[in-house]
């Protein structure tokens, strides 16, 4: 069938089959590199245990039914909403404001929710039969599967229209200039040298054995990594970051995104379906490039520790508060699912 503009946008590699919904659901203990004592003791697992009430209920009110007729759309864009994940982008972008903000991340709430909102979106349509035809998300029947291809379709519009009223009605206390920028960047990061534009090219190489790390490296700066840059930019802005400190976040943000996308290769060879959440070996089966593919598994595991490494570096100029920062990039190329 005729599928929208907007469906070919995706961000499949940064799923999850389950959300960080108690510190008992998520044990990892981060290696931050930080002199202190402070930065050294740091409890990744408390802090997003802290943080995923606090956001969930914000995504949960952010999508509401006000009459009859909007009931069907809106059960659907709820339905994958509130589906689950990591929810990695929301607290990235928490943890960035935060940063800037004397460690009061409230202001950024309305932005983590726009690229919640974003990122949902893109696995709505990624998951349509005219792109990677799945059935299975985060553990759960994809969008399509539940109210069929049509709907699912205008629910990731819906999504995608509703992230940047969002971020504009509901950022309180921020210059409109600020506000402004970021809600320009989220239509940045959606465009042809954004999702769009990244997973086209990504079409394009599958079965394409003259694929290079150049192409590679190009898909998931655009199709990966710059949710993620948008996300900790986001965070900085709000919080009143220069714009020299918001390129710093920026840099470190570019290289979690790609270290994220390696992880995320690794574990579609490495994993099984029920551990992923999503169906495993789907790369392989469509013949696409991948890092284990023009790696090597031992090669995309170094280049995933490269790549933290030098996001770490961005950060230096920060210090101890930069720490959440440092205990995620660790933590996205430690996690199993």
Known sequence: MRVSLLALV???????ASAFVA??????????????????????????????PLIEKALDESVVSTEKETEKIVEAMKYSLMAGGKRIRPVLCLAACEMFNDGDSTPAMPAAVSLEM??????????LPSMDNDDLRRGKPTCHVIYGEDVAILAGDALLSDSFRHVAEQTKGVAADRVLDVVVRLGRSVGAKGL???????????GKGS??????????????????????????I???????????????????GLAFQVAD???????????????????????KTTYPKLLGLDGAREEAERLVAEAKKSL???????TALLALADFIINRKN
């Open 118 to 127: 974003i990122h949902t979106m893109s696995l709505i349509h990624d998951d």
């Open 23 to 52: 510190p008992s659901t998520f044990h990892f203990r981060p290696r931050v590199t930080l002199q202190s004592t402070a930065a050294t003791d740091f409890d990744l697992n408390q802090y997003i245990a802290d943080k995923l």
């Open 10 to 16: 995706s961000l499949t590699t940064l799923s999850s």
């Open 316 to 322: 230096e100029p920060f210090g101890d508060r930069a």
């Open 196 to 206: 769009a534009g990244g997973q086209v090219m990504d079409l394009e190489c599958e």
């Open 211 to 236: 694929a290079t790390l150049e192409d590679l490296r190009w898909i998931h700066t655009h199709k990966t990594a710059t949710l993620l840059q948008v996300a900790v930019a986001s965070g900085a």
């Open 238 to 256: 709000i919080g009143g970051a220069s714009a020299e400190e918001v390129k710093a976040c920026e840099q470190f943000a570019l290289n979690i």
């Open 265 to 287: 290769d690794i574990l579609d060879v490495t994993q099984s379906t029920e551990e992923l959440g999503k169906t495993a070996g789907k790369d392989e089966d469509t013949d």
